[in-house]
């Protein structure tokens, strides 16, 4: 099933499910032979991120298992993180306009030190984890049927991102407003199906300023792996990353117009007119 909510599922029973399925989805990815283990990699880390999401959402519900598997889904995103990291830093490298001499000597740079041999015992120890993971699933605390149970969660994490938005002066302050504005994609995602004509557009715009910010944070990466070793790269990138500013402030303050209460309220009525549909 999709990463979703169900029209006729109730609420406990759509959170464990899709907390079931995510954790399926990333110990199949894990174990695809037929997927580079870079690949591999990235895409089981989209569903630990899909996981903390919902875990979100459910956050004082669940109360003290939230930090449980919170901490545990993070830190073994964490681990696997340096994989994609180095891989998105070649990638902003190859979004620049450079000479191919400069672009070559900086990419040799970049991949001198490359190395993924922890890889394949990083892989293992997350597929040992998966297991005790899905089965703490069953020992959460019962949740209600109600579309209060993911309200305080939704709420907070559209003000968080509304709050990130009017911070965001820093490349580290960009960072975190990207961190709460992927939350919130995510949290349209499960909430598409409620009113998809109004839905799926909403998390279209989320998902293009999180690639805007994602870019951006991609570039100070970059800049940080270079240091000094190309004043023309630091230069270009720079650009860059003012043009993604400007971008991702137009179209964030269209995204994040509402008050969180506003927000709140008008989901609300979208949940409530599709399940008693």
Same mark, same amino acid.
């Given at each position: 099933?999709?990463?979703?909510?169900?029209?006729?599922?109730?609420?406990?029973?759509?959170?464990?499910?899709?907390?079931?399925?995510?954790?399926?989805?990333?110990?199949?990815?894990?174990?695809?032979?037929?997927?580079?283990?870079?690949?591999?990699?990235?895409?089981?880390?989209?569903?630990?991120?899909?996981?903390?999401?919902?875990?979100?959402?459910?956050?004082?519900?669940?109360?003290? =298992?939230?930090?449980?598997?919170?901490?545990?889904?993070?830190?073994?995103?964490?681990?696997?993180?340096?994989?994609?990291?180095?891989?998105?830093?070649?990638?902003?490298?190859?979004?620049?306009?450079?000479?191919?001499? $400069?672009?070559?000597?900086?990419?040799?740079?970049?991949?001198?030190?490359?190395?993924?041999?922890?890889?394949?015992?990083?892989?293992?120890?997350?597929?040992?984890?998966?297991?005790?993971?899905?089965?703490? $699933?069953?020992?959460?605390?019962?949740?209600?049927?109600?579309?209060?149970?993911?309200?305080?969660?939704?709420?907070?994490?559209?003000?968080?991102?509304?709050?990130?938005?009017?911070?965001?002066?820093?490349?580290?302050?960009?960072?975190?407003?990207?961190?709460?504005?992927?939350?919130?994609?995510?949290?349209?995602?499960?909430? =598409?199906?409620?009113?998809?004509?109004?839905?799926?557009?909403?998390?279209?715009?989320?998902?293009?300023?999180?690639?805007?910010?994602?870019?951006?944070?991609?570039?100070?990466?970059?800049?940080?792996?270079?240091?000094?070793?190309?004043?023309?790269?630091?230069?270009?990138?720079?650009?860059?990353?003012?043009?993604?500013?400007?971008?991702?402030?137009?179209?964030?303050?269209?995204?994040?117009?509402?008050?969180?209460?506003?927000?709140?309220?008008?989901?609300?009525?979208?949940?409530?007119?599709?399940?008693?549909?």
């Amino acid at each position: 099933m999709a990463y979703a909510f169900e029209q006729n599922e109730p609420v406990p029973a759509a959170i464990a499910r899709i907390m079931r399925e995510q954790i399926a989805r990333a110990r199949a990815q894990l174990t695809d032979e037929g997927e580079p283990r870079e690949e591999r990699v990235h895409d089981a880390r989209k569903r630990f991120k899909e996981t903390r999401a919902l875990l979100r959402m459910i956050r004082k519900p669940l109360g003290a =298992q939230f930090a449980i598997e919170n901490a545990w889904f993070r830190d073994a995103g964490r681990e696997l993180a340096a994989v994609r990291d180095a891989d998105a830093v070649l990638e902003a490298l190859a979004t620049l306009e450079l000479s191919r001499w $400069v672009r070559a000597r900086v990419k040799k740079h970049l991949t001198k030190n490359r190395d993924h041999a922890p890889l394949d015992a990083l892989i293992a120890k997350t597929m040992n984890q998966l297991t005790i993971a899905e089965a703490r $699933v069953a020992l959460w605390p019962p949740l209600d049927d109600a579309f209060d149970t993911i309200a305080g969660g939704l709420r907070r994490i559209y003000r968080d991102a509304q709050r990130s938005m009017k911070t965001a002066h820093s490349a580290e302050a960009i960072h975190e407003w990207r961190k709460q504005v992927k939350t919130h994609w995510y949290h349209a995602q499960l909430l =598409q199906p409620i009113w998809p004509p109004v839905m799926k557009p909403y998390a279209e715009m989320l998902d293009k300023l999180s690639h805007l910010l994602g870019d951006h944070h991609d570039l100070h990466v970059l800049a940080e792996n270079i240091g000094r070793k190309s004043p023309t790269v630091l230069r270009v990138a720079a650009a860059r990353q003012k043009e993604l500013e400007e971008k991702a402030a137009e179209l964030g303050s269209r995204i994040f117009a509402e008050q969180p209460d506003a927000f709140l309220a008008r989901i609300r009525k979208y949940w409530s007119t599709w399940r008693n549909s």
